[in-house]
């Protein structure tokens, strides 16, 4: 089984930044691509980011664009988003997620991962 852990949430003013990441650990997975989906109050899971095995293929959700950046370390199998000029509407629940696959491609879908992290949240004061 694998399991996949995510760290780096907290509260933050407007403006501010956080970095949040994810390993993943247990039995050999890659190659792989990994996802940070997020929900926010009332609302359904949606994608912010996607990364590709080889780092080559990325995939940013609008919203994010130009604030956030997804990289990957895969020796130490941790990949991390760099949030930027968060906004009161990027507060949720963050979660990582990935799939084993020997195609470097990124995925949307929350239903194309088969393994995730319980979440960190993220909060923006305005």
């Known amino acids: 089984q694998v399991k996949v852990v995510e760290s780096g949430g907290g509260l933050v003013q407007a403006g501010g930044s956080l970095r949040l990441s994810c390993t993943a650990s247990g039995r050999a997975f890659n190659p792989n691509t990994m996802g940070w989906f997020r929900q926010a109050p009332g609302k359904g899971r949606v994608i912010v980011a996607s990364?590709?095995?080889?780092?080559?293929?990325?995939y940013y959700a609008e919203s994010v664009k130009g604030r956030f950046t997804i990289s990957r370390d895969n020796i130490k199998n941790t990949i991390h988003l760099q949030m930027n000029g968060l906004e009161p509407e990027d507060t949720a629940v963050y979660y990582c997620?990935?799939?084993?696959?020997?195609?470097?491609?990124?995925?949307?879908?929350?239903?194309?991962?088969?393994?995730w992290g319980q979440g960190t949240q993220v909060t923006v004061s305005s």
């Open positions: 997620a990935a799939r084993n696959t020997p195609l470097e491609i990124v995925l949307r879908s929350e239903y194309n991962y088969d393994f």
């Open positions: 990364i590709a095995w080889s780092g080559s293929r990325i």
